[in-house]
């Protein structure tokens, strides 16, 4: 049987269509999937670092009430646990009457600064007959730093200070008079007396 001249032009106009169809409609599946997909996307529009907060190492170490490398220990605290040649060093002679020692005395040849052993708030200051002027700082886990007989004062009650903050400068007070330029300093936590060399140096949060 034999074609007519006009079936094979038609045949390939069919076919032509055809692939015409399915890339159109493949094309716009295509698209169709791709804006979808972008719909779902949730944009960033700000620098993610440059909204970020670093974190920062807390230091909360107790520190020394002075930075001069200069500053020596004159007189201890009175510790019952020492022998009797620290014991000797640790007690104060005033107005005829031995007396155990409830702080630390640092001395140093020139007059040197006063600074918070670590972060707190000024609750006092005052000034005694016998200590001299005299700053009370409280800290965390209820401990409270006191720093007396100062010739100045830097801070006010009420303040917030943190870690080496500058509180004033040594001094002199009638009780230890003989030592000269010094600092008398105390330590207390839940209202008791303790040894400072037992806290000075540690974590606040391990005491």
Known sequence: MKLK??????IYSL???????GL????????????????????????VLGNVIPVMDVDT?????????????????????????RQKESIIFYNDTYMP?????????N????????DGTVIDIKEDELLGKIVEIRHENEFVSSYAGLSTINVSKGESV????KIGMSGTNKVNEALGNHLHFEIYQRGVNVDPLKVLGKKIGDL
């Open 61 to 85: 170490t107790i520190g020394n009430p002075y930075l001069d490398e200069n500053v020596k220990i004159a007189r201890y605290y009175y510790n019952l646990e020492d022998d009797v040649e």
């Open 5 to 10: 001249p006009f079936v094979f032009p038609l």
């Open 101 to 109: 020692n409830t702080g630390i005395d640092y001395v140093c040849d």
């Open 24 to 47: 159109y409609f493949t094309s716009n599946f295509i698209k169709d999937s791709a804006t979808k997909s972008l719909d779902d996307v949730t944009y960033v529009s700000q620098v």
């Open 15 to 21: 076919v032509i269509c055809l692939l015409v169809v």
């Open 111 to 118: 007059e040197f600064e006063i600074v918070s052993i670590i």
């Open 162 to 165: 943190t870690k080496d903050t």
